[in-house]
T-cell receptor, first 117, second 116 residues
């Protein structure tokens, strides 16, 4: 079975450009999470969705960041305009959420390594 | 206050020996889940093992086991018979509440290096 699929794997762009990261969750999973990983701050949750609805976006750093989940099989994280401090690895993860059960792990994609010059 | 604390930034272990990676957590929710993930140098995040707050027995998955001490709020990962391929970052994470759709809170990680 296919895991979480992220694209692109690597992205290098100049500051000020718009960056769009894409994620396809595991089929049947109803929760989707976007994380950012840096050496300084570790793994940070940016936003997560349940049944395509954003539940918690308190981790989104600022208005330059936006995320959408138009359907159950696709999500995007957009940065506009991008800045050098946005350079990081961005992970998408999905899980099968079930009421009353906490044991479903989040399955991660391979990440997008983003470099803003 | 930190929800998940991993006090060992880095550790060494000799190949074939066992190693314990520490994790303490802080929550007032009676229902929670604890997870361990492995991140090798290639960067992917790999789920290893899960322990639920109501589980009576410590979780085990192959060479991985979780030493769950609820009263002390610790969930240490034990890797038996270490292999060179175990060299990686290891993250402890917690999910609060009784719903698997809730977010995970991650610790800062422990870098494990297995010596031949």
């Amino acid at each position: 079975d296919a895991g979480v699929i992220q694209s692109p794997r690597h992205e290098v762009t100049e500051m000020g450009q718009e960056v769009t990261l894409r994620c396809k969750p595991i089929s049947g999973h109803n929760s989707l999470f976007w994380y950012r990983q840096t050496m300084m701050r570790g793994l940070e949750l940016l936003i997560y969705f349940n049944n395509n609805v954003p539940i918690d976006d308190s981790g989104m750093p600022e208005d330059r960041f936006s995320a959408k989940m138009p359907n159950a099989s696709f999500s995007t994280l957009k940065i506009q305009p991008s800045e050098p401090r946005d350079s990081a690895v961005y992970f998408c993860a999905s899980s099968l959420g079930r009421d009353g059960r906490t044991n479903q792990p989040q399955h991660f994609g391979d990440g997008t390594r983003l470099s803003i010059l | 206050a930190q929800k998940i604390t991993q006090t060992q930034p880095g550790m060494f272990v000799q190949e074939k020996e066992a190693v314990t990676l520490d994790c303490t957590y802080d929550t007032s929710d009676p229902s929670y889940g604890l997870f361990w993930y492995k991140q090798p140098s290639s960067g992917e995040m790999i789920f290893l093992i899960y322990q639920g707050s109501y589980d009576q027995q410590n979780a085990t998955e192959g060479r991985y086991s979780l030493n769950f001490q609820k009263a002390r709020k610790s969930a240490n990962l034990v890797i038996s018979a270490s292999q060179l391929g175990d060299s990686a970052m290891y993250f402890c994470a917690m999910r609060e509440g009784a719903d698997s759709s809730y977010k995970l809170i991650f610790g800062s990680g422990t870098r494990l290096l297995v010596r031949p």
